[in-house]
């Protein structure tokens, strides 16, 4: 008779012994552990230590010529010391049974011990579990290739990487994810993860992507293992494939390759969509600083839900590389209407986020871009920010525009132009609001040499009307507009802010 297993279960000693043609029979208790344990191959040996030519994992048929007046707890000790999983004694060719001995050593270590009897040859024993391992590796490759068809097959649907790695998680019975570039879990089948398993996964994700090299890891979450595999070319990382595995075979770590390889191309074609948006958002970005705000809105509403509300602050990354991009579109994607982005001719990037929004040190951490962040402002005021936010980079890191007297002294340009407007800025705000001319007030005065009483003739005003305006200008800027650094500080923010 023969017997029939599962061909997808790996052979093990369970299985050798179930099977009735070889009339196999466990002598001591065998547990189901180890009964179900993969028993990698059969092996006959009666030399009295056979650990040198033994592998672990197998089970070794023995006749007992070996042992005669032999000492078998010091047999049995070096065969559990090699890792042998399981010894067959053939009885009626030396022993008429199994030697008490040897039974009471086996019973004591563990070792399970199992009878061959006299009409089963030991070459049996062995072709019967090869035949099962080509047998189990016949079934593998099949599986293998079956499971690459119904991978490749699901790509092929409206939403491929979901569909993809659905399928994946299916064929391989475990559960399997697609980290973004920036970390986050994106992609989870067939559920989502519990919350402290996904943040100990997401961080270790996010590690192996801020190092920039493709890599494989397996890592160990709340008592989970998972497998981590980055996608993309190093150095152009596009995110990772988890998989909730430890071990994986050859064919299965096969069908695993088959989808990080569609999952690197259909990124890779995701990013190429991804400069097609900067380019969209550059346009975006120009429309609004020329005033077209209306425009600005509704593109970025058909295209990507809205822009940031006001007020936001602007920052200037210095770096506008397809890495940074495709992350700033994540994090877009996951909080609409609260980032918006758009690369520049200078080789930059401004970054357009709402009050409060997250802040952009992750930026600097992972790609080395110095980062400027303006103070708040409105749309309408959007390139004062910008010029605010390039003013406060610095040569690395991330830092806020915080103005200050001596900016205005630099040589001529973006930053001295932005500390100047930054300084009048409480002045301008006040004449458009309230109807009055103080900026030109203070501007006349200065031109007088600061002398109430021309100042005042020249605007055509009493000498206590320019006394009143003055003070007033000197409360709303905060300065001391009777001192001589006041004054300096003014007239120098006047003149930059007219360059």
Known sequence: MTYRTDPMAAPTLGALLQRRDLA???????????????????HSSDLADPGPFLDEGVALLTTGTQLGDADADAYVDRLVGRGVAALGFGTEVIRAGVPDDLLAACERTGLPLFEVPYRT?????VRAHAEAIASHGFARRSWA?????????AALRADPLPAAIGELAR????WTGLFDPAGSLSIARPSPLPAAVAKELSAAAAQMLERGVRAADTVSCAGRTFTLQTLGRGGHLRGALAVEAEGLDQE??????????MAGFALERAAE?????????????????????????????????RLPSEPVRASVVSSASDELLAYLEVRAEHAPGSVFFAPTAADETVVLTSEGADPLTPVWTRFGAAVGISRPCGYDDLDRAIDEARAARPDDGVAE???GAADLFHSPGADQAAAARALLAPLRRHDARSGTTLLADVDTWLAHDAAIDRAAAALGIHRHT?????????????????TFEGRATLWAALRAARA
């Not at 040859?121 to 024993?125: K, M, R």
């Not at 290739?145 to 097959?153: C, D, G, I, K």
């Not at 320019?466 to 009777?482: E, H, N, V």
């Open 24 to 42: 196999l029979r466990a002598v001591t208790e065998i547990p189901r552990l180890k009964r179900d344990v993969e028993l990698r191959w059969v």
């Open 121 to 125: 040859p030991f070459l049996q024993v």
């Open 145 to 153: 290739l079956a499971a690459q068809r119904a991978v490749s097959l």
């Open 171 to 174: 064929q391989i019975g475990s």
């Open 252 to 261: 299965a770590r096969g069908v695993v390759t088959t989808v990080v390889a």
């Open 273 to 305: 969509l991804t400069r097609g948006q900067a380019a969209l958002r550059a346009g975006v970005l120009r429309g609004i600083r020329a005033g077209d705000l209306t425009l600005g809105h509704d593109v970025a509403a058909a295209a990507w839900g």
């Open 401 to 403: 525009f915080a103005p």
């Open 466 to 482: 320019m006394r009143t305006r003055i003070a007033q200008a000197s409360t709303l800027l905060g300065r001391d507009l009777s």
